[in-house]
């Protein structure tokens, strides 16, 4: 079992649909992340939450909306999306954020389909 | 601002022989540098890091990375490569200044035909 589980593994959602992502760490970890994955596109950075603070927002969207209620659980909330915002989204988490050297713990990812 | 390249979008090799993965980066301040592994439709998993100390980190898998302070390179490599070992490897790079943001690669699909 990874420590980083992602809920659900895959959605087929319309545009006019609201539906939320799901990540829990098990690792006790302080900062957890959301990246988004396209085909033939880099990693990108959406949200970082460090002690349950949000610290970055990288010029996502309004219809994506990040929760994260305690350090264990992170959420993304999808509404009126566009077909272009079919990816894999993969959240993450580590043991701090600023100053640490350790590496990233990844969930197995959300496989989004908007229609 | 930080960047890591990754200039080869394929890699192939033969299983058995030695296999590289090139990675270059750009950081204004001491580099933290890290190789990931994405199988398909998979997460990322960490295979190994270079922080401090000897140029020459082993990892996970039988893999092991070369620092390159001068030449600001931090390439990926296996002496006999398996099938197994066909994914997608990325490598990241963080600044220690950088209020702990890791930066990407564009990824490199390694093919292991047998």
């Known amino acids: 079992e990874t420590g980083v589980t992602q809920t659900p593994r895959h959605l087929v959602m319309g545009m006019t649909n609201k539906k939320s992502l799901k990540c829990e760490q098990h690792?006790?970890?302080?900062?957890m992340y959301w990246y988004k994955q396209s085909a033939k596109k880099p990693l990108e950075l959406m949200f970082v939450y460090s002690l349950e603070e949000r610290v970055e927002n990288n010029s996502v969207p309004s219809r994506f909306s990040p929760e994260c209620p305690n350090s264990s659980h992170l959420f993304l909330h999808l509404h009126t999306l566009q077909p272009e915002d079919s990816a894999l989204y993969l959240c993450?988490?580590?043991?701090?954020?600023?100053?640490?050297?350790?590496?990233?713990?990844f969930g197995e990812g959300s496989r989004l389909t908007v229609l | 601002a930080q960047s890591v390249a990754q200039p080869e979008d394929q890699v192939n090799v033969a299983e058995g022989n030695p296999l590289t993965v090139k990675c270059t980066y750009s950081?204004?301040?001491?580099?933290?540098l890290f190789w990931y592994v994405q199988y398909p439709n998979r997460g990322l998993q960490f295979l190994l890091k270079y922080i401090t100390g000897d140029n020459l980190v082993k990892g996970s898998y039988g893999f092991e990375a070369e620092f390159n302070k001068s030449q600001t390179s931090f390439h990926l490599k296996k002496p006999s490569a398996l099938v197994s070992d066909s994914a997608l490897y990325f490598c990241?790079?963080?600044?220690?200044?950088?209020?702990?943001?890791?930066?990407f690669g564009d990824g490199t699909t390694l093919t292991v035909k047998p």
């Open positions: 690792l006790g970890h302080n900062a």
């Open positions: 993450a988490s580590s043991q701090d954020q600023q100053g640490y050297t350790g590496e990233l713990f």
């Open positions: 950081v204004s301040g001491n580099p933290y």
């Open positions: 990241a790079v963080r600044d220690n200044t950088n209020a702990g943001k890791s930066t």
